[in-house]
């Protein structure tokens, strides 16, 4: 009835008893992970929400860049994936709902009342929006129901969980679009890229903008989904990346961002993109090849 890891849990949510809705799932990865295929869900709307770090989504041709906090609703019948991206560290829950009346009637729902609901969230498919605490507690709330032996009452309240988290998941997504870059951050961005040559630490980004560091520290979290020093270390990532295929070694590169020794940064490297450099240039420019 269920598929479960230490890291990975699946409920197939027509077999226990719940219709209209095909699956619910919980990640909490620690590493990265082999990237998500491309794939669709015929006539299923997938409302995925991230609780901390970073993922990236290609939906079609867009790119979407997940933080903490972030809710993205994938629209039926539509080609996603990670792209070029691993399935990044971090905790992500999702919920597949179709669309088809054949498949029962959404947590007892009349007929008109969930095809409004489930239009009004296809509605906001592909806009990335904050979440809220009361979402949070719901998915715990229903994933804790869903471990326990199947009754009468957990039926009952697991269809209940589930209206509820639609519900929120709807006011939410009608008043809390995704809010543009705010200025602190920008400031944060360009120090961290003017500095990238040499080790960056936190307490200069604190005093960029005149916080304090402890409070720059749960500021920054909570706007961004992961610490400050990880921040960086992706920034010094994503330019390796693009260095590592342009300069002459794997050292220079290193050096070039401020890494201690080419060991280190090849330690650093693989931790976020799942690669060593040198396999990652050999993979990059062996597809590169084969597109030319």
């Known amino acids: 009835m269920r598929k479960q890891t230490n890291e990975r849990k699946v409920f197939e949510l027509t077999r226990l008893g719940i219709p209209r809705c095909f699956q619910f799932g919980h990640y909490k990865y620690n590493h990265v992970k082999p990237g998500l295929k491309n794939h669709i869900h015929s006539k299923t709307l997938e409302i995925c929400y991230f609780l901390k770090g970073i993922q990236r989504y290609k939906i079609g041709e867009d790119l979407f860049e997940m933080t903490g906090d972030d809710i993205l609703i994938i629209a039926p019948d539509t080609s996603h994936s990670t792209g070029v991206h691993p399935e990044d560290k971090g905790e992500l829950y999702w919920l597949q709902v179709s669309l088809q009346h054949k498949n029962g009637r959404l947590c007892h729902l009349p007929e008109y009342q969930s095809d409004y609901l489930l239009q009004r969230l296809a509605d906001k498919a592909h806009i990335v929006f904050k979440g809220s605490f009361e979402l949070k507690s719901i998915l715990i709330k229903l994933e804790i129901e869903l471990e326990k032996p199947k009754d009468v009452m957990t039926e009952l309240r697991t269809n209940q969980l589930i209206l509820q988290l639609l519900l929120e998941t709807h006011a939410i997504s009608s008043n809390r679009l995704e809010t543009p870059p705010i200025q602190r951050l920008q400031r944060v961005d360009s120090f961290i890229q003017d500095h990238m040559e040499r080790v960056i630490f936190v307490d200069e980004l604190a005093s960029v903008i005149n ?82």
């Open 211 to 292: 916080l304090s560091l402890p409070y720059f520290k749960e500021w920054f979290k909570k706007k961004k989904g992961i610490p400050p020093k990880e921040y960086i270390n992706r920034l010094k990532i994503k330019r390796a990346k693009a260095d590592l295929l342009i300069k002459p070694s794997i050292t220079q590169v290193a050096f070039d961002l401020g890494y201690g020794s080419s060991q280190y940064f090849a330690t650093s490297f693989k931790k976020y993109t799942g690669f060593t450099p040198k396999s990652y240039i050999a993979h990059t420019k062996h597809n590169l090849q084969n597109t030319t």
